[in-house]
């Protein structure tokens, strides 16, 4: 349905409340990944290996997590894609990673007690050690398999056009940056209620998050087969089609009479005629086929070049996420707040700015005629500059200010981050893979950028001291970060096909 059509029929505000309540797996997300990465597991980690370690191990567990990352988001998808069942194709995948997530978090918060007596790095014990690796596995896997089917609603979602991209992919954005802001807040809880406490309140939040999510999409069971586009129902309201399994053959594509089209709002029904692709049915065959063809949305001239670009902002986001808690400690500490709390305020001014612009820039974006480039280069550019300021910064209030500026310019990117991936994927039976392998863009950076800066800060974190520089480690670190930033803002400007 066009945008004048759906704005007609649902109102603005209405419109931009459903779309919101169809996200809201994404702010259970994002409360967990700010939350989990940046100061639960660092925390846990020190407290079980000590400082001299700290940044090796998290580093490593970082390695293992990107590379269950890489390889089930692309398979899920693939899987997703020819489900069949009463409950749709991507909600059971849903579903299920909600319910695995939500046990693994309670799992993590008894890998490690801040309760305990004694020294950071005098509370390990083989089974610590041993239940926070299963844990994190649980988690890694729980967490791809809700997000990945989630990803695939986004690109389906019936009531978002192509031409309102943009601002789905806005409030997408806000909805992630309102999950740091309550993932900043859930943080405040570690030192004084403990890890069991809050870990047991993530999993609350992003289970209630899911579920919204789950049961506010509108997605018909799935029979082996899809409406496509160009064949959609032209009958002024959204519609469901209902097609017998016995009147499909072997094609592709076919045309056919439907067994009755269900009209949303009149609640009537009429036969019509709707074009349908039949998917392959999910054996080894189909399986070790598309296996060997995973990688072709890499074919595509502007997708190659969005993943790539993604990936260097993520390793840039990640390397400033999983080590700021440590850069907090070591850096700008103040007295009377645990580093806990400390870092947990940081994301404050983040979260403010980033909302805004999140919300404005996605709409300017569809209202421009759907530009994205030039919001995409300056986001990146303005980060890569922030990053050189902190990488000289030892005041809590100056890091504030730097802070506030660098959420304004990530909620740029944020607000356009589904959107211009979702302008160049084709419309296919390989939506869920497709973008199972571009998130791959968002965790294929543990493998380098996380062990890589663990390294590097031990490693020049060390050798500062021998020299004089206390905070060398930081400062390589921040410059790396600004590195990451620039390449992805230049290599924005090859897109083809994105305005």
Same mark, same amino acid.
């Given at each position: 349905?066009?945008?004048?059509?759906? /704005?007609?029929?649902?109102?603005?505000?209405?419109?931009?409340?459903?779309?919101?309540?169809?996200?809201?797996?994404?702010?259970?997300?994002?409360?967990?990944?700010?939350?989990?990465?940046?100061?639960?597991?660092?925390?846990?980690?020190?407290?079980?290996?000590?400082?001299?370690?700290?940044?090796?191990?998290?580093?490593?567990?970082?390695?293992?997590?990107?590379? /269950?990352?890489?390889?089930?988001?692309?398979?899920?998808?693939?899987?997703?894609?020819?489900?069949?069942?009463?409950?749709?194709?991507?909600?059971?995948?849903?579903?299920?990673?909600?319910?695995?997530?939500?046990?693994?978090?309670?799992?993590?918060?008894?890998?490690?007690?801040?309760?305990?007596?004694?020294?950071?790095?005098?509370?390990?014990?083989?089974?610590?050690?041993?239940?926070?690796?299963?844990?994190?596995?649980?988690?890694?896997?729980?967490?791809?398999?809700?997000?990945?089917?989630?990803?695939?609603?986004?690109?389906?979602?019936?009531?978002?056009?192509?031409?309102?991209?943009?601002?789905?992919?806005?409030? /997408?954005?806000?909805?992630?940056?309102?999950?740091?802001?309550?993932?900043?807040?859930?943080?405040?809880?570690?030192?004084?209620?403990?890890?069991?406490?809050?870990?047991?309140?993530?999993?609350?939040?992003?289970?209630?998050?899911?579920?919204?999510?789950?049961?506010?999409?509108?997605?018909?069971?799935?029979?082996?087969?899809?409406?496509?586009?160009?064949?959609?129902?032209?009958?002024?309201?959204?519609?469901?089609?209902?097609?017998?399994?016995?009147?499909?053959?072997?094609?592709?594509?076919?045309? /056919?009479?439907?067994?009755?089209?269900?009209?949303?709002?009149?609640?009537?029904?009429?036969?019509?005629?709707?074009?349908?692709?039949?998917?392959?049915?999910?054996?080894?065959?189909?399986? =070790?086929?598309?296996?060997?063809?995973?990688?072709?949305?890499?074919?595509?001239?502007?997708?190659?070049?969005?993943?790539?670009?993604?990936?260097?902002?993520?390793?840039?986001?990640?390397?400033?996420?999983?080590?700021?808690?440590?850069?907090?400690?070591?850096?700008?500490?103040?007295?009377?707040?645990?580093?806990?709390?400390?870092?947990?305020?940081?994301?404050?001014?983040?979260?403010?700015?980033?909302?805004?612009?999140?919300?404005?820039?996605?709409?300017?974006?569809?209202?421009?005629?759907?530009?994205?480039? =030039?919001?995409?280069?300056?986001?990146?550019?303005?980060?890569?500059?922030?990053?050189?300021?902190?990488? =000289?910064?030892?005041?809590?209030?100056?890091?504030?200010?730097?802070?506030?500026?660098?959420?304004?310019?990530?909620?740029?990117?944020?607000?356009?981050?589904?959107?211009?991936?979702?302008?160049?994927?084709?419309?296919?039976?390989?939506?869920?893979?497709?973008?199972?392998?571009?998130?791959?863009?968002?965790?294929?950076?543990?493998?380098?950028?996380?062990?890589?800066?663990?390294?590097?800060?031990?490693?020049?974190?060390?050798?500062?001291?021998?020299?004089?520089?206390?905070?060398?480690?930081?400062?390589?670190?921040?410059?790396?970060?600004?590195?990451?930033?620039?390449?992805?803002?230049?290599?924005?400007?090859?897109?083809?096909?994105?305005?």
């Amino acid at each position: 349905e066009s945008k004048d059509h759906i /704005i007609a029929k649902y109102g603005w505000i209405y419109w931009n409340f459903l779309v919101a309540c169809t996200c809201t797996l994404q702010l259970g997300a994002s409360i967990q990944s700010l939350v989990y990465y940046s100061i639960l597991l660092p925390a846990q980690i020190l407290d079980l290996v000590g400082d001299e370690k700290k940044g090796s191990y998290l580093g490593l567990l970082m390695l293992g997590g990107g590379i /269950i990352a890489i390889v089930s988001p692309p398979l899920i998808g693939m899987i997703s894609d020819r489900h069949s069942s009463r409950f749709g194709r991507r909600r059971p995948y849903i579903v299920g990673g909600i319910l695995l997530n939500a046990g693994a978090l309670i799992s993590m918060g008894f890998a490690g007690d801040n309760g305990s007596e004694g020294e950071a790095g005098t509370n390990a014990t083989p089974w610590n050690v041993a239940l926070l690796i299963i844990s994190f596995i649980l988690i890694c896997f729980g967490y791809n398999l809700m997000v990945t089917a989630f990803n695939a609603t986004v690109f389906e979602n019936p009531i978002v056009p192509k031409d309102m991209f943009g601002t789905s992919s806005g409030i /997408i954005g806000a909805l992630s940056i309102l999950g740091f802001g309550i993932g900043t807040a859930l943080g405040t809880m570690v030192t004084p209620f403990g890890y069991v406490s809050t870990y047991v309140v993530l999993a609350v939040l992003t289970s209630i998050a899911g579920f919204i999510t789950v049961c506010t999409y509108k997605e018909e069971r799935s029979d082996g087969y899809e409406v496509l586009p160009q064949g959609r129902v032209e009958s002024g309201s959204q519609s469901y089609v209902s097609v017998s399994s016995s009147e499909l053959n072997d094609e592709d594509d076919m045309l /056919i009479i439907a067994d009755s089209v269900s009209h949303a709002e009149t609640k009537t029904e009429s036969e019509a005629q709707v074009r349908v692709r039949r998917f392959e049915k999910l054996s080894w065959k189909v399986f =070790v086929k598309n296996l060997a063809d995973m990688w072709s949305p890499f074919k595509i001239h502007d997708f190659r070049w969005v993943f790539i670009s993604r990936l260097f902002i993520q390793m840039g986001v990640y390397t400033v996420q999983e080590f700021l808690f440590y850069w907090v400690e070591d850096i700008i500490p103040m007295e009377g707040l645990s580093t806990a709390t400390e870092t947990s305020f940081l994301f404050i001014p983040v979260g403010l700015t980033a909302f805004i612009s999140a919300l404005v820039v996605g709409k300017l974006s569809d209202a421009l005629g759907g530009k994205r480039k =030039v919001f995409l280069f300056w986001s990146c550019m303005t980060m890569a500059l922030l990053s050189i300021l902190l990488s =000289v910064t030892e005041s809590y209030v100056i890091a504030m200010i730097i802070f506030a500026f660098f959420g304004f310019a990530i909620g740029v990117f944020m607000s356009l981050d589904y959107a211009i991936v979702c302008d160049v994927l084709p419309d296919d039976e390989h939506v869920a893979r497709n973008l199972g392998v571009w998130h791959i863009s968002i965790v294929l950076p543990q493998l380098f950028a996380a062990p890589l800066a663990g390294v590097i800060l031990d490693a020049f974190q060390k050798l500062g001291k021998q020299t004089g520089v206390g905070n060398l480690g930081y400062i390589v670190l921040f410059v790396s970060t600004a590195f990451y930033f620039i390449v992805a803002a230049l290599l924005f400007k090859k897109l083809k096909g994105v305005k």
